[in-house]
T-cell receptor, first 109, second 115 residues
Framework: GQNIDQPTEMTATEGAIVQINCTYQTSGFNGLFWYQQHAGEAPTFLSY??LDGLEEKGRFSSFLSRSKGYSYLLLKELQMKDSASYLCAVADSNYQLIWGAGTKLIIKP | GAVVSQHPSWVICKSGTSVKIECRSL??????MFWYRQFPKQSLMLMAT?????????EQGVEKDKFLINHASLTLSTLTVTSAHPEDSSFYIC???????????FGPGTRLTVT
């Protein structure tokens, strides 16, 4: 079956760095997405990785290793507004997104 | 660019009635639109995929006669929850893709409460 695993919840301190991991097993691979979702709101796009390596975009970076079925989202200089759920999703061979359950990130002052 | 709207943003209805939710791509033509449901503290659950002018493809376990999807144009898809029950109360989110890129642009969601 298809499976996306990510931690349920993480806590970090304002100004610090946090890494959210995602492992996946899917039938085919056409890219991995990270989305941010604040409570009661729809997800917003953060990043898309289809090749191995690190993609940096401001305070957020996303890494992919296709051979390991592994990705992480790195958030630097954490701000209180970064408190949200972070969803990992993989596009399978049919380009259908398989979603992880999301990681709730709690930022403490 | 790539804005998707949903209407209404929230709705309360009585058990047994039907509710229609609209999803519009405002500044692009969406080749495909998706409908998701999300229960509290759970991830998105894909309900169906729809392409303009053709019948929607429903995920396993989703009743197509209960959740009617119409995709009349490249910018509009509607989801009608028929004979709604309290267990249908959820956050319904649509998304749309354009061209060949598979990033989905999400609407703001519709919170449905069935009393």
């Amino acid at each position: 079956g298809q499976n996306i695993d990510q931690p349920t919840e993480m806590t970090a301190t304002e100004g610090a760095i946090v890494q959210i991991n995602c492992t996946y097993q899917t039938s085919g691979f056409n890219g991995l997405f990270w989305y941010q979702q604040h409570a009661g709101e729809a997800p917003t796009f953060l990043s898309y990785n289809v090749l191995d390596g690190l993609e940096e975009k401001g305070r957020f970076s996303s890494f992919l290793s296709r051979s390991k079925g592994y990705s992480y989202l790195l958030l630097k200089e954490l701000q209180m507004k970064d408190s949200a759920s972070y969803l990992c999703a993989v596009a399978d061979s049919n380009y259908q997104l398989i979603w992880g359950a999301g990681t709730k990130l709690i930022i403490k002052p | 660019g790539a804005v998707v709207s949903q209407h209404p943003s929230w709705v309360i209805c009585k058990s047994g009635t039907s509710v229609k939710i609209e999803c519009r791509s405002l500044d692009f033509q969406a080749t495909t639109m998706f409908w998701y449901r999300q229960f509290p503290k759970q991830s998105l659950m894909l309900m169906a995929t729809s392409n303009e002018g053709s019948k929607a493809t429903y995920e396993q376990g989703v009743e197509k006669d209960k959740f009617l999807i119409n995709h009349a144009s490249l910018t509009l898809s509607t989801l009608t929850v028929t004979s709604a029950h309290p267990e249908d109360s959820s956050f319904y989110i649509c998304s749309a893709t354009m061209g060949s890129f598979h990033e989905q642009y999400f609407g703001p969601g519709t919170r449905l409460t069935v009393t």
